[in-house]
Structure formats: C-alpha cells, structure tokens
C-alpha cells in the first residue's frame, strides 16, 4: 500500500521552497531519497545560484 504525503513535508530540500499542499508524494520513496542525500542538500545549490546571479 502506498503512503502519499503532503509535499511540503520535503520543502527543506530546496533553497527556494514554494508551499504546495496539494501535490502528494509516496512516504517510502522520499525517506529513501532523504537517506540518500548529502546532509545539508538544498536545490538548487546556493553557489550556484549566486553565480548564476551575478551580473556581469
């Protein structure tokens, strides 16, 4: 049986978070992910975002 969970509970993944209680995901599926992931992980990476950024 799957588990579906608000999105929002995987908002400290992104450096940007954007509430969107609407959309459901698998529990078991993003537990597996969040194991996976580097501790600290953010997308899009704030380095990049500031290089990104800057103007030339």
């Given at each position: 049986?799957?588990?579906?969970?608000?999105?929002?509970?995987?908002?400290?993944?992104?450096?940007?978070?954007?509430?969107?209680?609407?959309?459901?995901?698998?529990?078991?599926?993003?537990?597996?992910?969040?194991?996976?992931?580097p501790k600290?992980?953010?997308?899009?990476?704030?380095?990049?975002?500031?290089?990104?950024?800057?103007?030339?």
């Amino acid at each position: 049986m799957t588990l579906l969970v608000p999105s929002d509970l995987y908002n400290r993944w992104f450096s940007v978070p954007v509430s969107t209680p609407h959309i459901e995901v698998d529990y078991e599926t993003m537990n597996t992910l969040m194991e996976k992931l580097p501790k600290g992980y953010v997308f899009p990476d704030p380095v990049s975002m500031v290089i990104l950024n800057e103007k030339d």
